[in-house]
């Protein structure tokens, strides 16, 4: 693989021009903590001109963008939220045509940040996880994650590769049996029925209280559908759960008590596909499901993206359970470089 040599950090410090953050709340958070340690100054904070209310935000005053382009000749700006919607993912790719954009990668968990010397330091597993990867489109878009996630230039994010294609074209969904970890409000399973209306069964799993019920409300149309409120976890018991009502609500050391459950434990019927968006839990999960992917060797959707280490710890820990499996790696829709997943088969 050909790796940027320079990160996003350095090319943030070292830049002779003005860094303005777009955004506030828990991303941002982050991304002025990691300037303080990495001695990167933030000029300004802005927000869209629509959204300026007087806000202030670590002491500093909310601008417009309007604001900042009468106040800076030219600038670098740093997203700090995450978005999918078209519209404002649009707006970002505007803004990069006049200054420059540059989006640092922060991990919704754990601990440690994608850079130059985090590549370095585990090179030989990027490169296994590399090896696993089945065509050139996977391949290409993989490299260009890992570049995006050093350098942090949002046009290797695209091209974005349609969920859709996944399910027809990848995973060529028919009749299947699917196991839904993480299921937020049903989303996923809506699109799993939608994409293959043949569906036998889906079962569901969603700690969050408010999120389950959303799931049991938008799917009560839809047949043969299992939903329990539950995280999945390497064991049965009971964990902690810091409830967000979110997609970034997550299992931690601390938040409301909740059941938990291991896929082995609650699975005893062939399924034919495992899906897994669990806010970094992943390989939590997948040693909870080891005896059933070994057992009936389901087709697999894994996100990617909660931790730095999932882009190359997860493929190698699925591979070890059983060595057939093989991967396609894409990237939807998304900034930062959220919604990066594996897809596994049997090969």
């Keep these: ?18 860094v303005v953050l777009y955004g506030m709340g828990n991303g941002a958070d982050k991304i002025l ?44 700006i740093v997203p700090a939220f995450a ?23 922060v991990p919704v968990a754990g601990i440690d940040y994608f850079s130059r010397a985090y590549y370095a330091l585990h090179e030989k597993e990027f490169e296994s996880a590399f090896s696993l990867l089945i065509d050139d489109a996977s391949k290409a878009c993989y490299e260009r994650i890992i570049n995006y996630k050093i350098g942090g230039d949002i046009a290797l994010l695209k091209p974005f590769f349609k969920k859709e294609k996944v399910y027809s074209d990848l995973l060529q969904l028919q009749g299947e049996t699917i196991v839904d970890l993480g299921a937020y409000d049903g989303d ?38 299992e939903a329990h409120h539950a995280g999945a976890w390497d064991t049965e ?22 059941s938990l459950t291991s896929v082995d434990a609650l699975i005893h019927e062939p399924i034919t596909l495992l899906k897994m968006d669990i806010e970094g839990s992943e390989s939590k999960a997948v040693a909870g499901a080891a005896e059933t992917i070994r057992r009936y060797r389901p087709k697999l959707y894994i996100c990617a993206y909660h931790r730095s280490e999932d882009l190359f710890a997860l493929p190698l820990q699925i591979h070890a359970l059983c060595p057939d499996y093989r991967f396609y790696f894409c990237h ?16």
């Design 83 to 105: 978005t999918q919607r078209a519209e404002v993912l649009a707006h970002i790719f505007r803004l990069a045509q006049s200054h420059t954009v540059l989006a640092p990668d």
């Design 237 to 258: 018991g009971i964990g902690c759960f810091e409830a967000e009502a979110s997609r970034n609500s997550s299992i931690g050391v601390r938040g409301t008590a909740v």
């Design 33 to 76: 903590e990691r300037f303080a340690q990495k001695g990167i100054r933030c000029a300004d904070i802005f927000a869209s001109d629509a959204f300026v209310r007087g806000q202030s935000f670590h002491d500093m005053r909310v601008k417009s963008y309007s604001e900042i382009e009468r106040t800076y000749d030219d600038f670098i």
């Design 188 to 225: 996923t399973v809506r699109e799993f029925a939608a994409a293959d209306p043949a569906y036998k069964k889906i079962i569901a799993l969603e700690p969050d209280t408010k999120n389950f019920h959303k799931l049991q409300k938008k799917c009560a149309h839809l047949r043969n559908i």
């Design 1 to 18: 693989m050909n790796i940027y040599e320079t990160d996003v950090w350095e090319k943030l410090k070292n830049s002779d021009k003005p």
């Design 332 to 347: 939807h829709a998304y900034i930062p470089a959220w919604e990066s997943n594996f897809y596994g088969i049997i090969k």
